[in-house]
């Protein structure tokens, strides 16, 4: 059995893009504009608490999908490399067939 490490490394770049897409959510710049129009309620306070939350968030969840879809795609590569060198070791032995 072949892992199809083409399909592997789509993954690994799909996490990646979610990843990407992750980082472009614009949420906790809404939170802080909520928090700068409702200036001086006690609803300011827990909207920017939300925003920071929120940011906190995306920067682990980020980094997280950044480690998996390199580590994914790096492991398709790797199999690839072995997979290579294991033909032409096989190929050296010179068996007759």
Same mark, same amino acid.
């Given at each position: 059995?072949?892992? &199809?490490?083409?399909? @592997?490394?789509?993954? #690994?770049?799909?996490? +990646? /893009?979610?990843? =990407?897409? %992750?980082?472009?959510?614009?949420?906790? &710049?809404?939170?802080? @504009?909520?928090?700068? #129009?409702?200036?001086? +309620? /006690?609803?300011? =306070?827990? %909207?920017?608490?939300?925003?920071?939350?929120?940011?906190?968030?995306?920067?682990?969840? #980020?980094?997280?999908?950044?480690?998996?879809?390199?580590?994914?795609?790096?492991?398709?590569?790797?199999?690839?490399?072995?997979?290579?060198?294991?033909?032409?070791?096989?190929?050296?032995?010179?068996?007759?067939?």
């Amino acid at each position: 059995m072949k892992l &199809d490490t083409e399909k @592997a490394r789509q993954s #690994g770049r799909e996490v +990646l /893009a979610a990843k =990407d897409e %992750l980082s472009g959510d614009g949420t906790p &710049d809404s939170l802080r @504009a909520a928090a700068e #129009g409702v200036k001086g +309620l /006690a609803l300011q =306070d827990a %909207l920017a608490a939300c925003a920071e939350g929120y940011e906190g968030f995306k920067t682990r969840f #980020g980094n997280e999908l950044d480690y998996i879809g390199h580590t994914v795609i790096a492991a398709a590569e790797i199999i690839d490399m072995t997979d290579e060198a294991a033909q032409a070791s096989i190929a050296r032995l010179d068996i007759p067939g």
